[in-house]
């Protein structure tokens, strides 16, 4: 590429999970695009600010989860909407790229798209899985879509809608083997125990999820305790205001959760060195689960919404999963638990299960590998290709 002039990518990353997808891609980006500079502007989170990237307005303000929580929050949403666009119209960058939060985002692309802006959104919306009448809907809002897993290809191909598997970030970043040691020892120089069994608690990222699943995976790790004294509980919390909340819902449950205060370590981020470091992990459905996963680790997948959310979404869904590692495999590997059998005795018997069956474990880390293989595309490096490619037409 001859042209010296700065190449410009307008983005918006919708919460902790998108900036962790996003910063990957971002990363493959700058280098593909040498000796060019590459600017890069938009919503984002700390990973992406880290790399240089401009945040108009934090990732955090737009991790909203649920049919409810979206309506109360849609005023704020839709001026900050507006004011994106306004703002990618004036700048105009060479290309937009949408990282996941597709119900904010398509109405983005497509506003840009009309104004002549060329669009490319990463992650697709789970059209596999429920709500397919976006097809159409995306079909208006991209140029082009970057798949994360391979059997959205054919769906994307019957639509007619230019698409390109470019293999999960993740993948790439996460070893086959981790070095489960070197992470325990990092958690330990954090606070957390050296010894005994670890289990991880992963309530998900969002203010709306932890208020709704946060709870009952502390009850969990309570009734474990109970039972199972010798282990000891670790919880990363994404953000800074996630930390407090968990405080604050650890603090609710009084004199009952005194014990679970001593085995339990509360702490911000190094979610990986948690999953590398741990023997199982009780998790919330959504990209921890597939991250759980990629470290081979054992889990159960569990979540909980309000309950008009709830039945929304189970009259729109597809599929017998909702956890990305049974989606994959197209079976049930790991046990779930879903709104009213989220229970306690139910995930905490559940967890010491996945513990105690050594052969269960191997086998699981086996199909985890298969899953991690096919996922390890070189994502950074295929998106940048696709990217540029649609930036210099």
Known sequence: MTDARPLSLGMVVG??????????LLRGLSDQAAPRFLKSFGIGGPRLVEQGFQSWWPAESLAVNGYLEVLQAYPRLWLMRRDLIHQMCDVRPDVFLGVDAPDFNLGVETALRRAGIRTVHFVSPSIWAWRRERVDRIRAAVDHMLLVFPFERAIYQAAGIPATYVGHPLADQIPLNPDRHSARHRLAASGVPAGGPLIALLPGSRGGEVRHIGPVFLETAIWILERRPEFQFVLPAATPNLYRALQQTLLALGRRADRLRERLSLIQGQSHDVLAASAVTLVASGTASLEAALFGLPMVIAYRMHPLNYRVMRRMAYLPWIGLPNILANESLVPEFVQDAAVPALMGQSVIDQHDDLIGRARLRERFAEIHASLAQGCAQ??????????CR
């Open 382 to 391: 295929r998106s940048a290709e696709v990217l540029l490619d649609i930036a």
């Open 15 to 24: 919460e902790s999970s998108g900036d962790l997808l996003a910063s990957a």
